[in-house]
């Protein structure tokens, strides 16, 4: 009997327990949602007055810019993904993940050597708002120290796991002199491996100055680029990276761009 009259008491007490996870996770996520950020227009809107983007590059405040940004690892099938990006000539910003750097030096060498930018996507994919700020220090500068030695160049922007980002996050980022990249389009290409539907979110989200977000190491992703790349281009977009959409202003250590 003593079982039956503490089995209410234990389900309560799981209950909150849960009730009280549920909740924090949702304070975090609804934290980074109210972060303050700033769209490329915007950064651009900043530039000291005449101010002119560097020789040869696109000016955005002239054409209408998107860019592609991929995340995760440089392994396989980057190097496919680069040679479609290179038919359209479509320079993208890669957030490459640190913990795998070193074993594919030649697809880094080549993603910086063909024009391409390459951002800090941290060490471990670590969510960044839930660990303390020497590990958010680690994780960044793990990476970036990964990126340099291979490319000679440390990254200026990085992008938080998840989006995930709060005051703590931007701090340290600021610390180490890089800027945050969200995004304005998603493919969630990490629930399915549909590549028209894959497509379909990109188009059905695509506008002038977006940031799309896609992972190359699900299986329907590189699939869907020929159709995404073809589509984009028919309308009339041309394709920069992250920083080549801020010219000619230049991201600020700490800000969140969106």
Same mark, same amino acid.
């Given at each position: 009997?003593?079982?039956?009259k503490? /089995?209410p /008491? $234990?389900?309560?007490?799981?209950t909150?327990?849960?009730v009280a996870?549920? @909740?924090?996770?949702v +304070?975090?996520?609804?934290q980074?949602n109210?972060?303050?950020?700033?769209s490329?227009r915007?950064?651009?809107?900043?530039?000291?007055?005449g101010?002119?983007?560097p020789?040869?590059?696109?000016d955005?405040r002239?054409?209408?810019c998107?860019?592609l940004?991929?995340?995760g690892?440089?392994?396989?099938?980057?190097?496919?993904l680069?040679?479609?990006?290179?038919e359209? !000539? +479509?320079p993208s910003?890669?957030?490459l993940?640190?913990r /795998?750097?070193? !074993?594919?030096?030649?697809v880094?060498r080549?993603?910086a /050597?063909?024009g %391409?930018?390459?951002?800090d996507h941290t060490w471990? %994919?670590?969510v960044l708002t839930?660990?303390?700020d020497?590990?958010i220090? #680690?994780?960044?500068?793990?990476t970036? !120290?990964?990126?340099? @030695?291979?490319?000679?160049s440390e990254p200026?922007?990085?992008r938080?796991?998840?989006g995930?980002?709060?005051?703590?996050?931007?701090k340290v980022?600021?610390? $180490?002199?890089m800027a945050?990249?969200?995004?304005?389009?998603t +493919?969630k290409?990490?629930e @399915?491996?549909d @590549?028209?539907l894959?497509?379909k979110?990109?188009?059905a989200?695509?506008?002038? #100055?977006?940031?799309i977000l896609? %992972?190359?190491? %699900?299986?329907?992703?590189?699939p869907a680029m020929p159709?995404?790349? !073809?589509? $984009?281009?028919?309308q009339?977009?041309?394709?920069v990276?992250?920083?080549q959409?801020?010219?000619?202003?230049k991201?600020?250590p700490?800000?969140?761009?969106r």
């Amino acid at each position: 009997m003593k079982i039956l009259k503490r /089995r209410p /008491r $234990l389900l309560i007490l799981l209950t909150l327990a849960v009730v009280a996870a549920v @909740t924090a996770t949702v +304070a975090l996520v609804i934290q980074a949602n109210k972060m303050e950020t700033v769209s490329p227009r915007e950064e651009r809107d900043r530039a000291a007055s005449g101010a002119v983007v560097p020789s040869g590059q696109v000016d955005c405040r002239k054409v209408k810019c998107i860019a592609l940004t991929f995340d995760g690892n440089p392994g396989e099938p980057t190097d496919r993904l680069m040679d479609l990006l290179k038919e359209y !000539k +479509a320079p993208s910003t890669f957030f490459l993940e640190g913990r /795998r750097i070193p !074993k594919f030096p030649d697809v880094v060498r080549r993603i910086a /050597r063909e024009g %391409h930018e390459i951002g800090d996507h941290t060490w471990t %994919h670590a969510v960044l708002t839930d660990v303390s700020d020497a590990q958010i220090r #680690d994780e960044l500068r793990r990476t970036a !120290k990964a990126i340099s @030695t291979i490319t000679g160049s440390e990254p200026t922007l990085m992008r938080p796991p998840q989006g995930r980002t709060d005051d703590r996050v931007s701090k340290v980022s600021k610390e $180490l002199g890089m800027a945050q990249v969200l995004w304005t389009v998603t +493919a969630k290409d990490y629930e @399915t491996d549909d @590549t028209a539907l894959i497509t379909k979110r990109v188009l059905a989200g695509a506008d002038r #100055d977006g940031i799309i977000l896609l %992972h190359p190491l %699900h299986k329907g992703t590189v699939p869907a680029m020929p159709s995404i790349l !073809k589509a $984009l281009s028919k309308q009339g977009y041309t394709f920069v990276t992250v920083s080549q959409l801020l010219a000619p202003s230049k991201a600020e250590p700490g800000k969140i761009y969106r």
